[in-house]
């Protein structure tokens, strides 16, 4: 009988070794895909056994704060002043995980960033918890919540993105509606469940979306500052002339490309780049996108920082496109930011800062300091040039271009004593696009001279104004009131 | 019995009196090793238990040094009792128990820790179980000691054989069969007798007697197994008749399956009856057959029955189940208890053992896994396999087929055991509910298991005991001029 109880033995180490070989899997070769698994709350459980850091604002003001509790998870993630900064925080949410700069910095601000390592290994030492490291905006309080105000007074759908432009440092960013983070941070379950299904239900109007880097609308005119340069830098000037007619044919094509109204752009044949872009004449950035070919129009944008793959500001931004451009007909579309050409509000605002700056287009950013627990910095955003999109030169050629074109703008709310360059766009989309309400787009600078804020003001579906809406009219206001707060508050 | 503790592989207890006379020559009883390694199994499990304790930030006090040294004291009255009535018990074995028990009862603690407070859907409150499972781990010592003192030979067993079998597969199957105000179903399983306030297992008992009755069966009937019947594929396959057992063995893994839905006991059941067959008649074609039965069956349940087809499911793919009733939701929370654990584990006290559903008892390892990672998972299976191979060692050492039989299957059903819960609990093989041996809160599990630990160390004293008095050499004829000894022939 030893015999097969030897063979038995055998088979039991086999047995053992059967099981070693899938712990070493499930434990070892394997672990992450089932530690990363969403449903696996442990990490982030442990991430609220641990008192995770705050995001301030530029002037220190804290925007996300934490909270000690005596239930199960230490620590509740606390909001002030929650939907006006709850694109920028985004939420922390026990079921439902994170969104915005939460997630962005999120191993910063739950301490196991490799940054925190030595102060993680002191508080080992020492027999302190752990904490995390606090994030610092380059948010303005002020400038925030004005446009925030703007946006939600009259209740539109859209976004604020302002900029300065020097340094790339984004000064507001909004999107309407928002959201309270706090109902999502609660840890009552049952409190983050109905939040949820109330904050995805249809009629929210997607609240939980960032419009201001995640949503991407027709540029609709605001793209004629892109097909200026673009012209500038093929060897045109402002004095350049175009066609003036009310209405042309799209080359080889039957279908029209009208003025807004079907308007002459001038009472000649032909009129001057400053006049077209003033106006907002089609017809003439037709032409000029017809001239300056595709190629180029492209390369431009893409100075401009169009189809930016990976960009982050620690947040990522959807790419802006000018879209597939088959032939001349969607080229001259494409010339008046319509056709496929789709852009997020973010990178309007850096066309507008870019401009401003003299043609460098500097990296947007959102955080300006990284500090420790004990307030220390870690790190510092400095500001990035990402490339000369344009000579300083025709810089400010497009820059004078632009003042016409805020002196030929309607709308409320001019600045008093300050001089502002700025293009309008109202936006068609939609299958009909003569039925929808179109977007209303206002990209501005200021002081026009020496331009300390460029912001760029997405009103979507005409606001209060429906079918006749403009960008002049509803975005424009929104706009001048962001820049006021912040010129004002200097 | 009383004036020799000793008990002899051969002849009756008691014709060894000789070892006391000449202590030179005496074999080592390795009772001070066993004495030393469960001290060092105590130290462990106090340290388990203070690490316990202040990563749940709870005050260390004297109090944890006492609980230590009242669970040393309770092995050492389990050390003293092997030191009585089984002296040359394997020294290993005791230890080994010793420490996965200690292991389980601070973990079991630790569980309550986390589940503390938690209000149940029928508006229950968790009850602490660690205090209850402590009570149950000194019965089981009882009867640990109480089978050494009153079982002196193992062979005793073997006279009782039909008796054992026909009382064991009563247990076994009793729950099956009994209506549900007795015989409860929970968890899905009914295997389960409630008899006032107490909750027995009996199918855990009934392991054992149901092992008693095959090895004393196939050891009376050993011949008619070897005889060969048609040679088929290389094999000796067995003659028709001779299929009865491993057949009745068959009906009854599949009757568990059907009447109790305890998929993990009968594919336990089934696999220690092919073992004792196999050791047996040492024949291959009997395991053949028999994985052919058990699958042919398996594969028949699988598509007649939804809480196996349930089951086998949740193996495939548990996430994409996670959110099914009875569906993935409890093994993916163990992978994700075991894969965040990781290398090196939470740490005890440290992981989220409140986020798998039944963590103290079928899902303990998982629990283990993951505060004490991959290094403390696989220091426990190393654990479990000192003390199967350590039993199969005994198994091999003793002399009589009896304890041979009895023995290997002991130490398998111990190690198949472990393979079918914990190679449940990281998806090696669809989840069945079984417990851990030593480990899962149960008094059930338990208290069988002490008793099978009792068998298995009487069977090894037997092995390791001095065969026969050493008289003195140089008094012994020469081989030579011996006569020739007519041996009786084997059984």
Same mark, same amino acid.
């Given at each position: 009988?030893?015999?097969?109880?030897?063979?038995?033995?055998?088979?039991?180490?086999?047995?053992?070794?059967?099981?070693?070989? @899938?712990?070493?899997?499930?434990?070892?070769?394997?672990?992450?895909?089932?530690? =990363?698994?969403?449903?696996?709350?442990?990490?982030?459980?442990?991430?609220?056994?641990?008192?995770?850091?705050?995001?301030?604002?530029?002037?220190?003001?804290?925007?996300?704060?934490?909270?000690?509790?005596?239930?199960?998870?230490?620590?509740?993630?606390?909001? /002030?002043?929650?939907?006006?900064?709850?694109?920028?925080?985004?939420?922390?949410?026990?079921?439902?995980?994170?969104?915005?700069?939460?997630?962005?910095? /999120?191993?910063?601000? /739950?301490?196991?960033?490799?940054?925190?390592?030595?102060?993680?290994?002191?508080?080992?030492?020492?027999?302190?918890?752990?904490?995390?490291? /606090?994030?610092?905006?380059?948010?303005?309080?002020?400038?925030?919540?004005?446009?925030?105000?703007?946006?939600?007074? !009259?209740?539109?759908?859209?976004?604020?993105?302002?900029? =300065?432009?020097?340094?790339?440092?984004?000064?507001?960013?909004?999107?309407?509606?928002?959201?309270?983070?706090?109902?999502?941070?609660?840890?009552?379950?049952?409190?983050?469940?109905?939040?949820?299904?109330?904050?995805?239900? =249809?009629?929210? @109007?997607?609240?939980?979306?960032?419009?201001?880097?995640?949503?991407?609308?027709?540029?609709?005119?605001?793209?004629?500052?892109?097909?200026?340069?673009?012209?500038?830098?093929?060897?045109?000037?402002?004095?350049?002339?175009?066609?003036?007619?009310?209405?042309?044919?799209?080359?080889?094509?039957?279908?029209?490309?009208?003025?807004?109204?079907?308007?002459?752009?001038?009472?000649?044949?032909?009129?001057?780049?400053?006049?077209?872009?003033?106006?907002?004449?089609?017809?003439?950035?037709?032409? $000029?996108?017809?001239?300056?070919?595709?190629? !180029?129009?492209?390369?431009?944008?893409?100075?401009?920082?169009?189809?930016?793959?990976?960009?982050?500001?620690?947040?990522?931004?959807?790419?802006?496109?000018?879209?597939?451009?088959?032939?001349?007909?969607?080229?001259?579309?494409?010339?008046?930011?319509?056709?496929?050409?789709?852009?997020?509000?973010?990178?309007?605002?850096?066309?507008?800062?870019?401009?401003? @700056?003299?043609?460098?287009? $500097?990296?947007?950013?959102?955080?300006? !300091?990284?500090?420790?627990?004990?307030? !220390?910095?870690?790190?510092?955003?400095?500001?990035?040039?990402?490339?000369?999109?344009?000579?300083?030169? @025709?810089?400010?050629?497009?820059?004078? $271009?632009?003042?016409?074109?805020?002196?030929?703008?309607?709308?409320?709310?001019?600045?008093?004593?300050?001089?502002?360059?700025?293009?309008?766009?109202?936006?068609?989309?939609?299958?009909?696009?003569?039925?929808?309400?179109?977007?209303?787009?206002?990209?501005?600078?200021?002081?026009?001279?020496?331009?300390?804020?460029?912001?760029?003001?997405?009103?979507?579906?005409?606001?209060?104004?429906?079918?006749?809406?403009?960008?002049?009219?509803?975005?424009?206001?929104?706009?001048?009131?962001?820049?006021?707060?912040?010129?004002?508050?200097? | 019995?009383?004036?020799?503790?000793?008990?002899?592989?051969?002849?009756?207890?008691?014709?060894?009196?000789?070892?006391?006379?000449?202590?030179?020559?005496?074999?080592?009883?390795?009772?001070?090793?066993?004495?030393?390694?469960?001290?060092?199994? *105590?130290?462990?499990?106090?340290?388990?238990?203070?690490?316990?304790?202040?990563?749940?930030?709870?005050?260390?006090?004297?109090?944890?040094?006492?609980?230590?040294?009242?669970?040393?004291?309770?092995?050492?009255?389990?050390?003293?009792?092997?030191?009585?009535?089984?002296?040359?018990?394997?020294?290993?074995?005791?230890?080994?128990?010793?420490?996965?028990?200690? %292991?389980?009862?601070?973990?079991?603690?630790?569980?309550?820790?986390?589940?503390?407070?938690?209000?149940?859907?029928?508006?229950?409150?968790?009850?602490?179980?660690?205090?209850?499972?402590?009570?149950?781990?000194?019965?089981?010592?009882?009867?640990?000691?109480?089978?050494?003192?009153?079982?002196?030979?193992?062979?005793?067993?073997?006279?009782?054989?039909?008796?054992?079998?026909?009382?064991?597969?009563?247990?076994?199957?009793?729950?099956?069969?009994?209506?549900?105000?007795?015989?409860?179903?929970?968890?899905?399983?009914?295997?389960?007798?409630?008899?006032?306030?107490?909750?027995?297992?009996?199918?855990?008992?009934?392991?054992?007697?149901?092992?008693?009755?095959?090895?004393?069966?196939?050891?009376? +009937?050993?011949?008619?197994?070897?005889?060969?019947?048609?040679?088929?594929?290389?094999?000796?396959?067995?003659?028709?008749?001779?299929?009865?057992?491993?057949?009745?063995?068959?009906?009854?893994?599949?009757?568990?399956?059907?009447?109790?839905?305890?998929?993990?006991?009968?594919?336990?059941?089934?696999?220690?009856?092919?073992?004792?067959?196999?050791? *047996?008649?040492?024949?291959?074609?009997?395991?053949?057959?028999?994985?052919?039965?058990?699958?042919?069956?398996?594969?028949?349940?699988? +598509?007649?029955?939804?809480?196996?087809?349930?089951?086998?499911?949740?193996?495939?793919?548990?996430?994409?189940?996670?959110?099914?009733?009875?569906?993935?939701?409890?093994?993916?929370?163990?992978?994700?208890?075991?894969?965040?654990?990781?290398?090196?584990?939470?740490?005890?006290?440290?992981?989220?053992?409140?986020?798998?559903?039944?963590?103290?008892?079928?899902?303990?390892?998982?629990?283990?896994?993951?505060?004490?990672?991959?290094?403390?998972?696989?220091?426990? %299976?190393?654990?479990?396999?000192?003390?199967?191979?350590?039993?199969?060692?005994?198994?091999?050492?003793?002399?009589?087929?009896?304890? +041979?039989?009895?023995?290997?299957?002991?130490?398998?059903?111990?190690?198949?055991?472990?393979?079918?819960?914990?190679?449940?609990?990281? +998806?090696?093989?669809?989840?069945?509910?079984?417990?851990?041996?030593? %480990?899962?809160?149960?008094?059930?599990?338990?208290?069988?298991?002490?008793? %099978?630990?009792?068998?298995?160390?009487?069977?090894?004293?037997? *092995?390791?005991?001095?065969?026969?008095?050493?008289?003195?050499?140089?008094?012994?004829?020469?081989?030579?001029?011996?006569?020739?000894?007519?041996?009786?022939?084997?059984?």
């Amino acid at each position: 009988m030893n015999t097969p109880l030897r063979r038995v033995g055998m088979a039991m180490m086999v047995m053992i070794l059967l099981l070693l070989g @899938n712990a070493t899997w499930v434990q070892v070769i394997n672990a992450d895909e089932w530690r =990363k698994n969403a449903y696996n709350k442990r990490v982030l459980l442990d991430e609220y056994a641990r008192k995770r850091g705050l995001i301030t604002v530029a002037d220190g003001t804290v925007i996300a704060d934490v909270k000690e509790t005596t239930d199960r998870l230490r620590f509740l993630r606390t909001y /002030n002043n929650g939907p006006v900064y709850a694109p920028v925080t985004g939420y922390l949410s026990v079921t439902y995980g994170t969104s915005g700069m939460e997630r962005a910095e /999120n191993d910063l601000l /739950n301490g196991s960033d490799d940054r925190l390592l030595a102060r993680r290994i002191s508080a080992l030492i020492t027999g302190r918890d752990p904490v995390g490291g /606090n994030v610092q905006l380059t948010l303005d309080s002020k400038v925030q919540q004005v446009a925030y105000d703007q946006l939600t007074a !009259k209740g539109f759908t859209g976004s604020v993105v302002a900029i =300065k432009p020097e340094t790339g440092e984004i000064l507001a960013m909004v999107s309407t509606p928002s959201y309270d983070p706090n109902a999502l941070a609660s840890h009552d379950v049952k409190a983050q469940a109905e939040a949820w299904t109330q904050l995805t239900s =249809k009629d929210a @109007n997607d609240p939980l979306v960032n419009r201001a880097t995640q949503a991407l609308y027709p540029a609709g005119s605001t793209l004629k500052v892109v097909v200026a340069a673009a012209a500038l830098a093929d060897g045109k000037n402002k004095d350049s002339q175009y066609t003036a007619k009310g209405t042309v044919k799209l080359p080889n094509t039957q279908t029209d490309l009208p003025n807004f109204n079907g308007t002459p752009c001038g009472p000649g044949e032909t009129v001057s780049m400053e006049t077209a872009l003033a106006k907002s004449c089609n017809t003439a950035f037709g032409e $000029m996108a017809g001239q300056v070919g595709a190629s !180029k129009l492209r390369r431009q944008a893409e100075k401009f920082g169009f189809n930016d793959q990976d960009l982050r500001i620690p947040l990522a931004v959807e790419p802006s496109t000018l879209g597939a451009i088959p032939d001349d007909a969607a080229l001259w579309q494409t010339g008046i930011g319509q056709r496929d050409v789709l852009i997020t509000p973010l990178e309007n605002a850096v066309v507008a800062a870019t401009i401003a @700056n003299g043609g460098k287009r $500097m990296h947007p950013y959102l955080v300006s !300091k990284l500090l420790g627990p004990d307030l !220390k910095s870690i790190g510092d955003t400095e500001p990035d040039e990402v490339e000369t999109a344009m000579s300083s030169a @025709n810089a400010a050629a497009l820059r004078d $271009m632009m003042i016409q074109s805020e002196i030929n703008t309607g709308g409320e709310g001019r600045l008093q004593n300050v001089q502002v360059a700025s293009k309008t766009g109202t936006a068609e989309h939609g299958a009909k696009p003569l039925e929808n309400k179109p977007h209303a787009w206002y990209i501005a600078f200021a002081p026009a001279q020496k331009p300390e804020i460029a912001i760029a003001v997405i009103v979507e579906d005409g606001g209060d104004r429906g079918l006749g809406a403009t960008g002049g009219k509803v975005a424009a206001p929104i706009g001048r009131a962001v820049m006021n707060a912040y010129l004002a508050g200097r | 019995m009383k004036g020799s503790p000793v008990p002899t592989g051969e002849g009756s207890p008691g014709a060894s009196v000789a070892t006391s006379t000449s202590p030179g020559l005496r074999a080592p009883t390795r009772r001070g090793t066993e004495l030393v390694m469960l001290s060092f199994a *105590a130290g462990l499990v106090t340290l388990a238990l203070i690490l316990v304790e202040l990563n749940q930030e709870r005050s260390l006090s004297l109090r944890i040094l006492y609980l230590g040294l009242a669970y040393l004291g309770l092995f050492a009255c389990a050390h003293l009792a092997v030191r009585r009535w089984a002296p040359y018990a394997d020294p290993a074995i005791l230890p080994c128990v010793a420490l996965l028990n200690g %292991l389980g009862l601070v973990v079991i603690h630790r569980i309550d820790l986390a589940m503390e407070g938690t209000v149940f859907l029928d508006g229950s409150v968790w009850d602490p179980v660690a205090f209850k499972q402590v009570i149950w781990t000194a019965i089981g010592l009882l009867l640990f000691a109480a089978t050494l003192k009153f079982l002196p030979d193992h062979r005793m067993l073997a006279r009782f054989g039909y008796t054992f079998g026909l009382v064991g597969l009563v247990a076994l199957l009793l729950p099956g069969v009994l209506p549900g105000f007795i015989a409860p179903t929970i968890n899905g399983a009914k295997i389960w007798l409630r008899i006032g306030p107490l909750s027995i297992q009996p199918g855990e008992f009934a392991k054992i007697l149901l092992m008693v009755f095959f090895a004393a069966f196939l050891v009376s +009937k050993r011949d008619l197994f070897t005889v060969a019947g048609r040679r088929f594929l290389g094999m000796d396959l067995p003659r028709a008749r001779d299929l009865g057992p491993l057949f009745a063995a068959w009906g009854v893994t599949v009757a568990v399956m059907v009447l109790q839905k305890d998929l993990g006991s009968s594919l336990l059941f089934f696999g220690i009856v092919l073992v004792l067959l196999y050791i *047996a008649t040492e024949r291959a074609a009997w395991v053949v057959l028999g994985l052919g039965l058990f699958s042919g069956g398996a594969v028949i349940a699988w +598509k007649l029955f939804t809480h196996v087809q349930q089951r086998v499911s949740n193996w495939q793919d548990p996430i994409a189940r996670y959110e099914v009733i009875g569906g993935g939701y409890q093994i993916s929370q163990s992978l994700f208890g075991l894969a965040t654990g990781g290398i090196g584990g939470a740490g005890l006290g440290a992981g989220r053992p409140e986020m798998i559903p039944e963590a103290n008892t079928d899902f303990i390892t998982a629990v283990i896994g993951e505060e004490l990672g991959f290094v403390g998972f696989a220091a426990l %299976l190393l654990i479990y396999m000192v003390f199967a191979l350590r039993g199969l060692r005994s198994a091999i050492a003793v002399r009589d087929s009896f304890g +041979k039989l009895l023995g290997g299957g002991l130490a398998f059903a111990v190690c198949f055991q472990v393979f079918i819960v914990v190679g449940g609990v990281t +998806k090696l093989i669809p989840m069945t509910g079984i417990t851990a041996p030593f %480990l899962s809160y149960g008094g059930s599990s338990l208290l069988a298991n002490y008793i %099978l630990v009792a068998l298995l160390l009487r069977i090894s004293a037997a *092995a390791r005991s001095p065969q026969r008095a050493p008289k003195p050499k140089p008094q012994q004829p020469a081989i030579a001029d011996q006569h020739t000894v007519m041996v009786e022939r084997p059984k």
